[in-house]
């Protein structure tokens, strides 16, 4: 059964670095079958994709454009897991952030338990 | 970025009856495979979304089967044929055809 497990501060002050980090366990983060994604929800913004990050031979990832600039997502194959960077954050970034596998053309299938952040001073 | 346009909104159902939740896309969401690129999702209160269907009509492993997914290019539908409690919540659609994934305003999905 494959589960993330997200962590993170909750609270982030406007200008600074919002950083997010997701555990895979069930799953090998370099899988050649799986996208590791990072999606967040907010009452304005609905659910946006921000991102996301996989293994075909070498690592690629690829960002929505309204965060390509400040975004990184990132992997460690040691621990298992993916991370992410949101640099010079503000009010507007504060949402509920969930880190999530893809499979292809089989969907969104496991999402993580969700962190609330908040951009504030 | 492709638009993708739920309705209704809000939806009161009642226990055993059907209930349908449409989805149109800005563009066909039709690939070059012959599939619809079309996914939905339940976020039930307080908790993360979970996948019910995935390219138009497949249900994963454990997904009741009185959820059905239907449509062609863009226009789908999501079909409750007998709305259970357990099934309260918002429900999402969201187009995998192309970067960046976008999804549906989101329809709330009540028991009357």
């Known amino acids: 059964q494959v589960q993330l497990q997200q962590s993170g501060p909750g609270l982030v002050k406007p200008s600074q670095t919002l950083s997010l980090t997701c555990a895979v366990s069930?799953?090998?983060?370099?899988?050649?079958?799986?996208?590791w994604n990072w999606i967040r929800q907010s009452p304005s913004r609905g659910l946006e994709w921000l991102g996301r990050?996989?293994?075909?031979?070498?690592?690629?990832?690829d960002y929505s454009m309204s965060v390509k600039s400040r975004m990184t997502i990132t992997s460690d194959t040691s621990k298992n897991q993916f991370s992410l960077q949101l640099n010079s954050v503000t009010p507007e970034d504060t949402a509920v952030y969930y880190c999530v596998r893809g499979t292809g053309a089989s969907g969104l299938d496991v999402w993580g338990q969700g962190t609330t952040v908040t951009v504030s001073s | 970025d492709i638009v993708m346009t739920q309705s209704p909104l809000s939806l009161p159902v009642t226990p055993g009856e059907p209930a349908s939740i449409s989805c149109r896309s800005s563009?066909?969401?039709?690939?070059?495979?012959?599939?619809?690129?079309v996914d939905w999702y339940l976020q039930k209160p307080g908790q993360s979304p979970q996948l019910l269907i995935y390219?138009?009509?497949n249900r994963p492993s454990g997904v009741p089967d009185r959820f059905s997914g239907s449509g062609s290019g863009t226009d789908f539908t999501l079909k409750i044929s007998r709305v259970e409690a357990e099934d309260v919540g918002v429900y999402y659609c969201?187009?995998?055809?192309?970067?960046?994934?976008?999804f549906g305003q989101g329809t709330k999905v009540e028991i009357k």
């Open positions: 069930g799953d090998s983060v370099s899988s050649n079958s799986a996208a």
């Open positions: 390219v138009g009509s």
């Open positions: 969201m187009q995998a055809l192309q970067l960046p994934r976008t």
């Open positions: 563009q066909s969401l039709l690939g070059n495979k012959g599939n619809n690129s």
């Open positions: 990050t996989y293994y075909r031979s070498k690592w690629s990832s």
